[in-house]
């Protein structure tokens, strides 16, 4: 491809714009996250957010960038999965540039863009992901041009478990940096932790995992006095260790050798260095994306967008309709892993 492809995110909190060189190269997004100031998000208001900040983003990165609009060749967005009215505001973006450039459409799938993102940027050739955001939270591998999902929740995202435990302490969204914030702390003062009376129930169901119960557990400990530092930590040591070990077990079924991290909990340091520890003990290897590619960003968007216009694929408008529950072995494979 001649151009930049233009990548839009736009499935949830984040509206993200970014860019893939002619190479192939991705290059940083520039980003708006919605922060609700009480309860959780609100499709709408965040449906709102991204309209109303769409043109001065957009403006913002091609001053970045000292790009002009000719130079964008292709637009890819994110299809599905996300909130509705997110995903819509971002799909008309998309439309509209597209045909004002009269430049091929790309409609992606968000799930898989975190997936190549953090195999272009940590040189995986065929691994076993974690995919650990605020929606979702997926143990996932190639078989037979399609990403498997082995196991996921059943219930809520991890992130928006750790979202939520935060909220009800009075934490700003996103909880989840914050609670990795208040474990550190509470670790530096607590050198040999034990899990005594922080016990939380295990949140691993054959190769799924669920984490309502753990999030409730945690509150009752709060309740019964005991400290938010520690209970922080303990809360993570628990959900992380139920994610590696479905990991872990995927690696063994697969026989694949490595693990990628993606979505936004992955920037998580402690999750990081629970998955080297498990990968080194197997003689695999574990690998992360730098953080501003485990978020929700347009980069991935464009990255996946140009990897599926190499391979032939554009979508016509008529197609271009997002879907919420686009689900991560929906989407063909046509390229090579
Ligand atoms: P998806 O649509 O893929 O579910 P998302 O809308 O949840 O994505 P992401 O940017 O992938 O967006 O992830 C956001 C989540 O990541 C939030 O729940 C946030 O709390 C969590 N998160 C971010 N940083 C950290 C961290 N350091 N530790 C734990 N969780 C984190
Ligand atoms: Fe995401």
Known sequence: ????????????????????????????????????????????????????????????????????????????????????????????????????????????????????IGRQQCGCSDPVLLYVSGGNTQVIAHLDGRYRVLGETLDIGIGNMLDKFARAQGIPFPGGPVIEKLAKEWLANNPEPRLTDLELPFAVRGMDLAFSGVMTAAQRLLDNGAELGAVCWSLQEHAFAACVEVAERALSHTGKTELLLGGGVACNTRLREMCSLMAGERESTSHAPPRMYCIDNGTMIGLLGYIELQNGRVTPYEESAVDQYLRTDQTQVTWAV
């Open 1 to 116: 491809m001649n151009g930049w492809t233009l990548g839009i995110e736009s499935t949830a909190h984040t509206l993200s714009f970014g860019l893939v060189d002619s190479e192939g190269i991705p290059h940083p997004a520039v980003s708006d996250t919605v922060r609700p100031d009480k309860g959780g998000i609100h499709p709408r208001e965040a449906a709102d957010h991204h309209k109303e900040i769409a043109h001065s983003l957009f403006q913002t990165l091609l001053a970045n960038y000292n790009l002009s609009p000719s130079e964008i060749h292709a637009v890819a967005y994110s299809q599905g999965p996300g909130l509705g009215p997110c995903l819509r505001v971002g799909a008309a973006i998309a439309r509209g540039i597209s045909s004002r450039l009269d430049v091929p459409l790309v409609g992606v799938n968000h799930c898989v863009a975190h997936i190549e």
